[in-house]
């Protein structure tokens, strides 16, 4: 099983993840933060990554904390539970409509972390939630995870539906990225043999 678990502890926040990339895409999540929850569950319900999400966080001064720290966790347990990703897909991409929201994604599990982002949003809020937030979580995630990701949107003008349609586009990628392939012969999926 390709699992694992990590937690971090600051004075700002508390955070404890496990994940199981070969789940079903079950998921409790806790974070204290409503929207973020939300975005949470769709990643790991259309990742097929079972996803297990605890945070304590000074939200009485602001969300940021909590969502950039679950982003650094989430990174760390998703490379350890990849391991030397042997047999993966290695590369994932996703084009996902949701309403007038259209998001492509594409990235890879390379071990070199970047973030191409084109993703804006109409308003700053939703509900009250920062939507800024939503770029410093992936930047977290990418950077502690080793991924290259490029997220642009296409269309859309609600927030919400950005926002949902980008976590559900980038659970669909990475659903094929760390997928065994069958054709793979149990090689690093790189001619340098190392990721």
């Not at 678990?5 to 926040?13: N, V």
């Not at 970047?114 to 804006?120: R, V």
């Not at 290259?148 to 976590?167: C, D, K, V």
Request: glycine share 10%; hydrophobic share 40%; net charge negative.
């Amino acid at each position: 099983m390709r699992s694992a678990k990590s937690t971090r502890s600051t004075t700002e926040t508390n955070i404890a993840v496990e994940i199981n990339l070969d789940g079903t895409g079950k998921c409790l999540i806790d974070t204290g933060v409503g929207f973020f929850d939300h975005m949470l569950e769709q990643l790991a319900y259309h990742s097929l990554i079972d996803l297990d999400i605890q945070a304590k966080g000074d939200l009485h001064i602001d969300d940021h904390h909590c969502v950039e720290d679950v982003g650094i966790v989430l990174g760390e347990v998703l490379a350890a539970s990849l391991g030397n990703k042997i047999g993966i897909r290695r590369y994932g991409s996703w084009s996902l409509p949701m309403d007038d929201a259209w998001v492509d994604i594409a990235l890879d599990l390379s071990g070199r972390p970047f973030l191409g982002w084109k993703i804006g949003f109409p308003s700053e809020k939703i509900g009250a939630f920062d939507t800024a937030l939503i770029q410093e979580f992936f930047q977290a995630l990418t950077s502690k995870g080793g991924i290259t990701l490029h997220a642009e949107l296409r269309n859309g003008f609600n927030s919400h539906h950005i926002a949902e349609a980008t976590f559900k586009s980038v659970a669909k990628a990475l659903r094929l990225a760390v997928e065994i392939d069958p054709r793979s012969d149990g090689s690093i999926p790189s001619t340098k043999d190392i990721l």
